[in-house]
């Protein structure tokens, strides 16, 4: 609702909403969702939603940059036109300035994503599950297989 209540202007140039983008490879399908396309001064943009509040660095912000990439990549494939603006807008913030977050993509980040992204899952499909590093504590204690892993134990009893 604080999108659409501080954006209103801007709601004329959507062209969808809840756009599914699916790419099939030899061995698994990717698929993601993009929240919001729109054509802003003749350039298309992708907007992706977080019900937070702003950030832009750190390991979440990355995270959610890679996401960018990988749907930049499902666009180009779809509609064979690469998006020329990736936005985060954080829902947490009251003002639409606060809020939206433009995101830098270059050509080689989203090439290092798709990349890293099928090597990743190459792994899952050889079953290759072996941990080459933990994630920070912070993420263990909020992790819902905490239960059932050695890493995570002492920080449950905390």
Same mark, same amino acid.
């Given at each position: 609702?604080?999108?659409?209540? !501080? &954006?209103?202007?801007? +709601?004329?140039?959507?062209?969808?909403?809840?756009?599914?983008?699916?790419?099939?490879?030899? !061995?698994?399908?990717?698929?993601?969702?993009?929240?919001? /396309?729109? $054509?802003?001064?003749?350039?298309?943009?992708?907007?992706?939603?977080?019900?937070?509040?702003? /950030?832009?660095? %750190?390991?979440?912000?990355?995270?959610?940059?890679?996401?960018?990439?990988?749907?930049?990549?499902?666009?180009?494939?779809?509609? %064979?036109?690469?998006?020329?603006?990736?936005?985060?807008?954080?829902?947490?913030?009251?003002?639409?300035?606060?809020?939206?977050?433009?995101?830098?993509? $270059?050509?080689?980040?989203?090439?290092?994503?798709?990349?890293?992204?099928?090597?990743?899952?190459?792994? /899952?499909? !050889?079953?290759?599950?072996? +941990?080459?590093?933990?994630?920070?504590?912070?993420?263990?204690?909020?992790?819902?297989? @905490?239960?059932?892993? @050695?890493?995570?134990?002492?920080?449950?009893? &905390?």
């Amino acid at each position: 609702m604080r999108y659409f209540t !501080a &954006n209103r202007e801007r +709601l004329q140039n959507v062209i969808d909403t809840e756009v599914e983008v699916m790419l099939e490879q030899a !061995a698994y399908v990717l698929d993601g969702r993009v929240d919001l /396309i729109r $054509s802003e001064d003749g350039a298309l943009e992708m907007v992706d939603f977080k019900a937070q509040r702003r /950030i832009d660095r %750190g390991e979440d912000f990355e995270a959610y940059r890679d996401q960018l990439a990988l749907y930049r990549h499902l666009l180009e494939e779809r509609y %064979g036109r690469r998006p020329d603006r990736a936005l985060l807008y954080f829902t947490g913030e009251a003002d639409a300035n606060d809020a939206r977050v433009v995101v830098d993509l $270059s050509g080689d980040d989203v090439r290092d994503v798709v990349q890293r992204f099928d090597a990743t899952a190459q792994q /899952i499909i !050889a079953r290759d599950f072996a +941990l080459r590093r933990y994630p920070p504590r912070d993420t263990c204690r909020a992790c819902d297989f @905490k239960y059932y892993c @050695k890493r995570a134990e002492a920080d449950v009893d &905390n």
